[in-house]
C-alpha cells in the first residue's frame, strides 16, 4: 500500500501505485482504492491547499471524511502490525526535509490517532518533535505529585520558548487517561513513542525526550556497565509488565540517530545518570569529559547524530519532588530549576556549562538554606536533598561556547 497526493488535480483517473492501471477516482480527500488487477491498494490525499491550510480544513470536514480515515486506519493499522514490547523519592519510587513515511507522522498530544496520520502532519513536524513522559502512579503507595506539573511545564517550555508546534509533542500522562488509551504512560505505549519519536528523521531535526516518574537499577548481566547497573524507568505498570532498560531506550532512540539530527532527553528520576548510555559523562569539578564506554565494547553510538542527556542525579543517588520553589506545587527539583535558568536567559541563551553551573548554585544554595550540611540532619532529610544534575552526550564538545538549544 502506498500513499499519494493530488495537486489541483480534476482528472477522474488514477493509477495504481504498483501496476500503473488505470482505476477510476471516486471522491475527493482521503480514500483508498484496490486495484482490480493486482489487488495493491493506494491511498490517496488531495493537496489542493497549503499542507497546514489542508489540516485546518479536514478538521471542518470531519464529518464528511469520517468513513474514509476509518478505512484508511484500518490499513495503516494492519501495516503497521502489532507494537513491539521490549518531597518524595523517586525510586520506585534551519528547516529540514519532510519525513518520508506517512506512519512516522505525528499528532496533537491531546488525541493522538493514526487515523489522522496527513501529509500536511508529515511536513509541519519534520524539524522538531518531542515526547513527554510523566508518570504520578495514582492510587499506588509509591506515587508522586509533581510529575503531571514537571510535564505541563515541560511542554510550556518547548511551545513558548523553542517553537516546538504543539501538534508536534506527544505527551503521556495519567491526566486524561479516559480520553485515549494510547496515552497512557505504560510500557508498551512509551516503547510505541519512543519508535515514533526517531522514525522518519532526518538531518535538520530536533528531537526530544522528557521522562518525570521512578527509576531503578538492576545488576547488570551483559557487562556493558561499568558500575555494574543497568539504569531504568519505570512506566505506570511497571510492576506488572516490567522496566524499560537503559539498553533498549539507547537502541531505540539513540542509535537511529543520522547525521545531522539531534536528540535531547531530560530525565527526572532516581538513578538516572547515563539512562542513555552515552559515550561520555561531563565531571563540572574537572572540566571535562569522561569516557564511559561499555567494557563490553558493545555498540552503544547513534549513526552519526548527536545525542545529548541531563539527568537528575548520578547513577547511584535518588531525585526528588520538591515544594522548596512554591509552598503550594509539588515540582521536580530538576525539572523546575532547568526551566526557570532557560526561561531567566531565553532572549541571549545560555551555553551548557553556564547551564549546569547556574543550576548547580541554585542546588547548593537551597540545600544550605535547609540547613542539610550537618550530618545529623542530612539523615533525617536524606531524601530532600537536591541532587546534582549529570550530563552527557554521543560526542565530547565544548560546554562553554556551545548553546543550550532544542
Known sequence: MEWRSIKGSTSTMISCSKCNTRIPRLTSGVAQYRCSCCGYVTLMIETTKPALAQ????????QQQHSHRRRASSWISHMKGPSPSSSSSRNSKSPSPSLSSPLSSPSPSSSWSTSTSTTSLIKSC??????????????????????????????????????????????????DEQLDKNLIPTKKNIEKSLKWLVEGCQAGDSLVFYFSGHGLRQPDFKGDEIDGFDETIC???????????????????????KKGVTLHAI???????????????????ENKWKDNSPPSRVMKSTSGGLAICLSACEDDKMASDTT???????????????????????????????????MLDQIQRINGE?????????????????????????????????????
Not at 505498570?237 to 531506550?249: A, K, Q, R, V
Not at 506545587?329 to 551555553?351: F, P, Q, R, W
Not at 542539610?372 to 561556547?401: A, C, G, M, W
Open 55 to 62: 489540516h485546518h480544513d479536514e478538521g471542518q470536514q470531519q
Open 126 to 175: 519534520g524539524r522538531k518533535r518531542a515526547v513527554l513522559c510523566g508518570v504520578t502512579y495514582k492510587s499506588r503507595k509509591y506515587k508522586l505529585k509533581g510529575t503531571q506539573n514537571d510535564v505541563n511545564n515541560m511542554k510550556d517550555l518547548l511551545i513558548k520558548t523553542f517553537h516546538f508546534p504543539s501538534k508536534c509533542i506527544r505527551v503521556l500522562s495519567e491526566e
Open 235 to 257: 512506566p505506570l505498570d511497571f510492576m506488572e509488565e516490567g522496566m524499560i532498560l537503559d539498553n533498549d531506550i539507547n537502541s531505540t532512540i539513540v542509535h537511529p540517530l
Open 267 to 285: 530525565v527526572d528520576a532516581c538513578h538516572s545518570g547515563t539512562i542513555l548510555d552515552l559515550l561520555y559523562v561531563y565531571d563540572h569539578r
Open 324 to 358: 522548596a520553589f512554591n509552598r503550594n506545587v509539588m515540582n521536580g527539583a530538576m525539572t523546575y530549576i532547568l526551566i526557570e535558568t532557560i526561561k531567566k536567559h531565553s532572549e541571549s541563551g545560555i551555553t551548557y556549562g553556564n547551564l549546569l553551573d547556574s
Open 370 to 406: 535547609r540547613c542539610l550540611n550537618s550530618r545529623i540532619l542530612r539523615k533525617v532529610f536524606r531524601h530532600k536533598i537536591i541532587q546534582e544534575p549529570l550530563l552527557s552526550s554521543s560526542k565530547d564538545f565544548d560546554v562553554y561556547t556551545t548553546k543550550f538549544l532544542l
